[in-house]
């Protein structure tokens, strides 16, 4: 119980309580469940890819392309969505693939090539937007059908379908970093490279699902844009990268790699978008909105720096019996 | 029937960019034997068992027997599949992992496609147990000291039944008591017939776990031998080329003035009514068991452990030092017993990790003086003896002993007014630990007070001017150079 109250977690868990309160405090229109749901349903997709982010940042890597990921597949989700022939399976197929595609795009470049992670993406960010625009010469895609549309706000058993998605891919995620060799690896890699492959772990292949995992959140996020706004422009997503990146590391994802906690970035996801929504709803102009947000950032990176300063002079030693009972093979 | 061998190694080289690592040289090691593998820094020792280890695929030509059939190993993995698994000079464990993990990542029997936890603790538990630690496995590996760490790569070595184990260097990091306890489960391995390759530069320990050895020098084979039928001073011919000793150097001057004078420092837990003084120009060393509180003393002086009550005098001033930016701003210099944690820069310059703490002094106008730098690089990879003399390669790619010398390097080059050296020759072969004592002689002689802290007794007596020792947290005795001798430094060190 004391280790848990130590955690990072569990400090940021309560940075999110005091924000909160402190907004509630200001303007009473912020503690009411409709707008709490709002907060939730405004943020799922930032949610979903700071999921994919998170696992990214373990290896110590970065992607700051996924903005125009999401722009790319929404696009294209978005046209095929247009087809007459088009139903929900094949727009999440759509969705799904273009987003991995993209995703491994990176990925090879990145474990193949061993071209660093912040160069590869810089460049198929522009890549990526560039061919868009070019593609759709800087048209949206509007007058999206209901039946696609109605998806984000549609309910099974009272359940808006973008929570159950959410859940979903949570789920899946937990399950892969919490249960299987390839999401300890992805661990394993951000802890200690060298000593990653001495343990015959392959580290390109891991980097490469990693990215891909990376890109096949960012497809599923791009369908669920196209489903929330009605219509896509060719520029969505631009920059969104940032508050994926900043909401991942506000959650404790260490830039070192290594570290990084699927609840942390959670209530990294949280702490943004209910500073958002409590600056809306006290009429704070848009330009401190940023500062305010830039502040957080850097307010949680500290709080990380300083704790870890104390923990080094707190290391533990193993208490080694002085007598070796028993036998040491099996 | 089984082979007598375990291993053979014949006719393996390693080439890395043109320079031979090394050059047709054989190992055999017996099943169940302790098996000791010696030679200066940069022999090779690391690149014979890196070989071993399928972490470096030797050049062609190479033949590798297990169990007295020819084998291949193709990469880490499959040589732990073979029945071998390392422990690293480096360590090469996961800080960000838990214990449990730690031991158990790679091992086929429970580190499969769906992770049972349950399962993985267990085998974790047990291999902990083996080795005596009483530790919660679900700890993360980053919450231990350094020494734990070591144990942690032990139980994982274990923890794969293998037939044998190599440990480069595994005692470099441990205290007194962990020494012992890795001696124990050395003797228990060789119980049950497994087979330990052990790589040390300490001979006292080699003679005492190992039965026999094997000598590199220059990345060549020389020769391999029971111990029992070779003495000290030939091993180190063997592995030197020459005949060394440790040499006495006496102080050319040691003035009346105190530079450091520390009155009844105390730290519950730690150390106790310490006093001692230390005068320009002389060296103190501080020696006693490893727990009696000598690191602290001297992390005490350097701002790293903050004392209970006591003073420190500095020239006859009393000064505060609350964090270690204070004992640098009033010309302290410490050198840690720990310096795997130091972190060198490992994909930069010998030259730019040398003088990473004496930036302020080889920059002009905020642009660094290239020759100062490399000035001062020259003088201590020559000084300390860095092999190869090459102040423009990676230290990432220099052997473990080498860069210890590159982080000595880098301290002595600060030009302090007092020299805290904890263990400065922990990792450095005998040659190598000479020329370190000259060079603590000569910054002695420039008029600098040197403390240094040694657990071995003949480097102790060779470098100091004054020995204090320490027992349980206090300093029980305090000996001049003349008339004293190993046995009773010992008995004091010990309580008697
Ligand atoms: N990855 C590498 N790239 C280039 N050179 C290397 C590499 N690894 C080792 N070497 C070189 O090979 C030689 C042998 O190094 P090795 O680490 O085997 O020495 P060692 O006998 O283990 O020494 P020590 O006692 O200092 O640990 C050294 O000259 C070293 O610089
Ligand atoms: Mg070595």
Redesign the interface.
């Known amino acids: 119980m004391r280790n848990w109250l130590k955690k990072r977690e569990f400090v940021m868990l309560m940075m999110l309580v005091v924000i909160s309160l402190g907004i509630s405090l200001i303007t009473p229109a912020f503690l009411t469940p409709s707008n709490l749901l709002s907060i939730v349903m405004n943020n799922i997709i930032l949610a979903i890819m700071a999921m994919g982010m998170t696992l990214v940042v373990v290896t110590s890597g970065i992607d700051v392309s996924v903005g125009s990921q999401l722009g790319f597949a929404a696009i294209f989700v978005g046209l095929v969505a247009l087809l007459p022939t088009a139903n929900i399976f094949i727009v999440l197929a759509v969705g799904l693939v273009c987003g991995v595609l993209l995703g491994i795009f990176n990925g090879i470049l990145i474990a193949g090539a061993e071209i660093p992670a912040i160069v590869v993406t810089v460049g198929t960010m522009n890549v990526f937007r560039g061919s868009l625009l070019l593609y759709t010469n800087g048209k949206w895609v509007t007058s999206l059908p209901a039946w696609y549309t109605s998806m984000y706000n549609s309910s099974v058993l009272g359940v808006p379908i973008p929570i159950i998605i959410f859940a979903v891919v949570v789920a899946v995620t937990y399950y892969l970093i ?5 999401g ?1 690896s992805v ?2 890699l ?3 490279p ?8 392959n580290t390109d292949k891991v980097l490469l699902f990693v990215f891909a995992y990376m890109g096949a959140l960012t497809g599923i996020a791009s369908i669920l844009y196209g489903a929330q706004l009605a219509t896509i422009d060719p520029n969505a997503g631009t920059s969104f990268e940032l508050t994926v990146i900043s909401a991942v590391v506000i959650g404790g994802a260490s830039a070192l790699g ?2 990084g906690s699927l609840l942390g970035t959670c209530i990294g996801v949280l702490i943004l978008g209910v500073l958002q929504n409590g600056m809306i709803l006290m009429r704070v102009e848009p330009y401190w909105q940023d500062v305010v947000m830039g502040l957080i950032l850097i307010i949680a990176v500290s709080v990380d720096v300083l704790n870890n300063r104390k ?1 080094e002079a ?17 | 029937m089984a082979s007598e061998y375990i291993v053979n190694l014949k006719h393996i080289s390693k080439t890395f960019g043109g320079i031979k690592a090394l050059n047709d040289v054989s190992l055999d090691i017996k099943r169940g034997e302790v098996h000791a593998l010696v030679g200066e820094n940069g022999a090779g020792k690391s690149t014979l068992i890196k070989v071993l280890a399928g972490v470096h695929f030797p050049d062609d030509g190479a033949e590798i027997y297990i169990d007295g059939e020819r084998t291949v190993i193709k990469n880490p993995m499959d040589a732990i599949r073979k029945g071998i698994s390392v422990i690293y000079q480096d360590i090469s464990l996961f800080p960000n992992l838990t214990i449990a993990e730690n031991i158990c990542i790679g091992n086929d029997t429970v580190w499969k496609k769906h992770l049972n936890w349950a399962e993985i603790n267990a085998l974790a538990e047990q291999a902990l147990a083996k080795v005596g630690a009483k530790i919660d496995p679900a700890m993360l590996l980053k919450d231990l000291n350094l020494a734990s760490q070591q144990i942690v790569a032990i139980a994982r070595a274990i923890s794969f039944n293998s037939s044998l184990i190599i440990m480069d260097e595994p005692t470099s990091s441990l205290s007194a008591g962990e020494v012992e306890t890795l001696y124990k489960i050395i003797e228990t391995l060789r119980n049950e017939n497994i087979a330990v390759l052990f790589i040390s530069h300490k001979f006292d320990e080699i003679y005492r776990v190992a039965s026999r050895v094997t000598v590199l020098r220059d990345g060549r084979y020389i020769s391999s031998h029971d111990l029992a039928a070779v003495e000290r001073q030939e091993l180190i011919r063997l592995m030197v080329g020459r005949n060394v000793e440790y040499l006495t150097m006496k102080a050319e001057r040691i003035s009346e003035q105190q530079i450091l004078k520390v009155n009844r420092l105390c730290k519950e837990g730690n150390f106790y009514n310490i006093s001692f003084e230390l005068r320009k120009g002389e060296i103190v060393g501080i020696t006693g068991l490893v727990g009696s509180g000598r690191s602290e003393i001297a992390k005490a002086i350097f701002g790293l452990n903050i004392p209970d009550s006591g003073e420190i005098i500095l020239e006859g001033q009393p000064i505060v030092i609350k964090s270690a930016a204070d004992a640098v701003k009033h010309g302290i210099s410490y050198i840690p017993e720990n310096r795997q944690l130091e972190g060198l820069l490992a994909k930069n310059s010998v030259c730019q990790n040398m003088t990473l703490a004496v930036l302020d002094e080889i920059c002009k106008y905020g642009c660094i003086d290239t020759k100062k730098e490399t000035a001062i690089a020259r003088e201590y990879t020559e000084k300390l003896d860095v092999r190869p003399r090459d102040i423009d390669k990676p230290v990432g790619q220099l052997s473990g002993g080498n860069q210890q010398k590159v982080v000595l390097g880098k301290w002595l080059a600060t030009n302090p007014k007092i020299l805290i050296a904890d263990e400065p020759t922990s990792g450095v072969d005998i040659g190598a630990k000479i020329e370190i004592h000259k060079t603590l002689r000569q910054l002695a002689n420039k008029g600098i007070g040197v403390v240094v802290i040694s657990s071995e007794l003949p480097e102790i007596l060779a470098v100091s001017d004054r020995i204090l020792i320490m027992h349980r947290g206090n300093i029980v005795s305090a000996m001049n150079k003349e008339g004293a001798t190993q046995e009773a430094i010992l008995a004091k060190a010990l309580g008697a």
């Open positions: 919490q249960y299987t060799r390839l300890r661990y394993a951000g802890g200690n060298v000593a990653a492959s001495r343990v015959g772990i290594g570290s923990k707190q290391k533990k030693t193993i208490d080694v019996a002085k007598a070796i009972k028993g036998g040491v093979s099996a």
